[in-house]
C-alpha cells in the first residue's frame, strides 16, 4: 500500500520547510519532510470522523491501520471492519470474523478521542482584558483602530 499521510501533517510540515522550529507547537502530525526526501514512512493509524453527512445519519469514526479501516458508531454501537486490500470497496463487513483485530482498532479510537479531548481544552482558552500603555494605544489608533 502507498505511504498514508493526513492533513495533521500539512502545519508541521509546512513549518519544517519554512525552517520554523517552535517546541510549544502542538501538533497531532508530524511533518513529512523526511518522507518527501525519500526515507521510509512509519506505520501509524489514521483516524477520520464524520459529524453528519445527512439528516438521518449518526457521527461515524474511523481508523485505518495497514490493511484494516473500523468505523464506529458510537450513538448505534455498530461497528464495521474492512480488509483494505481484500475488499477495497468496503462492502463485506468482518467484524464478527476478527474480533481481536476489531478491539485492537477500537482501542486506538478511543486513545485518539482522549489525545482529542486533551486538545480541545488546551486550545480552549478564553480571552483575557490586557492593559495597553499609552504609546502602544497611540500606535494602534493611528493604524486605525
Not at 523526511?34 to 483516524?47: D, M, N, T
Not at 486490500?85 to 478491539?103: G, H, N
Request: glycine share 4%; proline share 8%.
Amino acid at each position: 500500500m502507498p505511504d498514508l499521510v493526513q492533513t495533521v501533517d500539512l502545519a508541521p510540515t509546512v513549518l519544517e520547510l519554512l525552517g520554523i522550529r517552535d517546541r510549544a507547537a502542538v501538533f497531532q502530525g508530524r511533518s513529512l519532510v523526511p518522507l518527501l526526501r525519500g526515507a521510509p514512512s512509519a506505520a501509524r493509524p489514521s483516524f477520520s470522523h464524520a459529524r453528519r453527512t445527512g439528516p438521518d445519519q449518526n457521527p461515524q469514526f474511523s481508523v485505518r491501520q495497514g490493511r484494516w479501516r473500523l468505523i464506529h458508531e458510537p450513538a448505534t454501537h455498530q461497528r464495521w471492519l474492512y480488509d483494505l486490500e481484500a475488499d477495497p470497496d468496503e462492502s463485506i463487513d468482518i467484524a464478527a470474523k476478527l474480533p481481536d483485530v476489531t478491539r485492537d482498532l477500537e482501542a486506538l479510537l478511543t486513545q485518539q478521542a482522549a489525545r482529542d479531548e486533551r486538545l480541545r481544552t488546551l486550545i480552549s482558552t478564553s480571552p483575557t482584558l490586557i492593559d495597553l500603555d499609552d504609546e502602544t494605544r497611540r500606535e494602534i489608533s493611528g493604524l486605525g483602530y
